[in-house]
């Protein structure tokens, strides 16, 4: 009898035995299985940080590629203004003031002209010259003043003859039209010399506002 309690406690002795090494395998296994997941994770996120730094990179440089080049922007802030026909706009315009209007080439030449056939030699005129081309007016409320040969051709109507006689020709002014020159309300005029059967002509023009920048009255003003 004493034998076979020997052998069962034997036996049981044995079977913790083996039951404990089972537990100590199993539980081996659960930490060898969680370091590995650990591992696996954190290789994870090594390679999503590095992809995620490659793929900011890849972004920057496709900003940089499609950037408008600063040469286009200075070309478009340089188009000139185009006109209702599309055609760029050649046409300056007024600054406001009357010494913003310039004199054509062309009327200068016809104004030299005028002034050279209008030319005439007298002992007493300074220089020796006299210019039958300038008009004389008798004295008046302009006499005297700045510009008053426009100021009195401003207080005529149009359609107004101005004769004046001069040392060997005989002169008109006339007041031609009214009408508008880069949004001033302008007057066109004619001046006219005959010497004999000959006859020399040139344009005028005269403008209303203020002369330039330091004008407080609008007036009349002579172009040429």
């Known amino acids: 009898m004493r034998q076979i309690f020997r052998t069962v406690a034997a036996a049981a002795m044995l079977l913790g035995i083996a039951e404990v090494a089972q537990a100590q395998g199993f539980l081996k296994r659960l930490v060898d299985s969680a370091a590995q997941q650990a591992e696996a994770e954190a290789q994870t996120v090594v390679r999503d940080t590095i992809a995620s730094g490659l793929r900011g990179d890849g972004d920057k440089s496709g ?4 950037a408008p080049p600063a040469e286009s922007a200075g070309e478009t802030a340089a188009t000139p203004p185009t006109s209702s026909s599309g055609a760029a706009s050649t046409t300056p315009k007024s600054s406001g003031y009357i010494d913003a209007l310039r004199v054509p080439p062309e009327i200068e030449a016809q104004k030299a002209s005028y002034n050279k056939f209008g030319e005439v030699s007298c002992n007493d005129c300074e220089g020796g010259i006299d210019f039958d081309g300038r008009p004389k007016f008798p004295y008046d409320q302009f006499s005297g003043q700045y510009g008053e040969r426009a100021k009195r051709a401003g207080s005529w109507s149009v359609g107004h003859v101005h004769r004046w006689q001069g040392r060997a020709s005989k002169g008109t ?6 009408e508008q020159v880069d949004g001033f309300r302008c007057r066109r005029l004619e001046y006219r010399l005959e010497k004999g059967s000959a006859s020399a ?16 009255v609008e007036n009349w003003h002579e172009i040429y």
């Not at 900003?63 to 499609?66: A, F, Q, R, V």
């Not at 002014?173 to 009214?178: F, M, N, V, Y």
């Not at 005269?206 to 330039?212: E, K, Q, S, V």
């Open 63 to 66: 900003d940089e590629e499609t």
């Open 173 to 178: 002014l006339t007041i031609a039209r009214e």
């Open 201 to 216: 002509s040139r344009p005028g023009l005269i403008c209303f506002g203020l002369a330039n920048r330091s004008s407080e």
